[in-house]
């Protein structure tokens, strides 16, 4: 099928108004994802191309590019609606956890633990989405811990809802501030880089440091990489597919990152799409973004054995770690 003679070949269009307008498309309140910064266009192009093909199969290619483009930027108006709008302060959740204790001691300077484990990250990491402090990951692991090594185990959260890999610096600070480094610490990240429009790269980049810094300190780290947000059902198609294959992108990112900085990464989107595919009314809270305290006991028993793992506590029969880096993408 020809372009007419008054329209742009797609070679065109690409470079340029078009392309730049993709690149809004989950933009919040801001031209950038960070100062300096462009996000990865090659995503944009690649699904604007994709919807053009699939939501107006017959038109010209530039006709189809531009209409596709007003789409996914509609699209994203509305998700940007819907998605995330729980506010809601997570239950508390910190302080010491023994095995089969109904509820934890509160810390204080001269208590006793015997391991320190610590939460850094975004929502997910903090349990936005839980009505009980039972629900929240950062208990679930704690108690964890407790029954599988007897131990006092002192639970403290710095997770912080809405943030981005861009905060984990400040939450690293804040730990240095407070006292001294935990002796373990879990990383959950990188949702809010995809609906903020940070770039993969330097997502990646700034997780690696925070981890290396962690890592100096004689913390064991685990970090459970972005969640695969193309098992939202509450964004439309094709805009879904967008961030499904950023969400791939970034999470292989960590991966690597996360390994080069000395931490232990689980593939969180590679292991539990499939289930939030198969029970999105169970898995997600009321907000249909947040997991719900299924979804967050699901995560917590991936992350648990790999932190056991890595406190030479236990070995896993089955780790997420020994799946090539490659085949990530293939399932999520």
Request: include cysteine.
């Amino acid at each position: 099928m020809g372009n007419s003679p008054g329209t742009p070949k797609i070679g065109h269009v690409l470079d340029r108004r078009p392309a730049i307008q993709l690149t809004r498309l989950l933009l919040v309140g801001k031209r950038r994802g960070e100062a300096g910064e462009r996000a990865p266009r090659i995503g944009w192009r690649t699904a604007a191309v994709t919807g053009a093909a699939t939501v107006l199969a017959g038109s010209s290619a530039g006709t189809a590019w531009w209409a596709a483009s007003r789409l996914l930027m509609a699209q994203a108006g509305a998700a940007r609606g819907v998605i995330g709008r729980d506010t809601s302060k997570p239950p508390e959740a910190d302080g010491i956890y023994t095995a089969g204790c109904l509820t934890p001691e509160r810390w204080r300077t001269g208590k006793h633990a015997d391991l320190h484990l610590m939460i850094f990250g975004d929502s997910t990491a903090a349990g936005v989405g839980c009505v009980v402090a039972d629900e929240v990951p950062g208990v679930r692991l704690a108690r964890g811990l407790a029954m599988a090594t007897g131990q006092r185990i002192r639970l403290s959260t710095k997770a912080i809802s809405g943030a981005t890999s861009k905060g984990l610096s400040g939450q690293v600070d804040a730990m240095f501030v407070a006292g001294p480094p935990p002796d373990a610490a879990v990383i959950l990240i990188g949702a809010n880089d995809i609906t903020k429009k940070h770039s993969v790269r330097a997502s990646a980049r700034r997780l690696a440091a925070a981890v290396a810094r962690l890592r100096r300190a004689d913390s064991v780290v685990v970090v459970g990489t972005c969640p695969n947000l193309g098992t939202v059902t509450a964004i439309p198609q094709p805009l879904r597919t967008v961030v499904h294959n950023w969400s791939v992108r970034l999470a292989k990112a960590q991966t690597v990152a996360t390994a080069v900085a000395g931490g232990r990464p689980v593939p969180m989107g590679y292991l539990l799409a499939p289930e939030f595919r198969a029970q999105p009314e169970l898995l997600f809270a009321a907000d249909g973004f947040h997991p719900s305290a299924a979804g967050y006991e699901l995560a917590a028993a991936q992350l648990l054995p790999v932190l056991l793992e890595a406190l030479g506590e236990a070995t896993p029969a089955a780790s997420p770690l020994g799946r090539d880096v490659d085949s990530i993408g293939t399932r999520e």
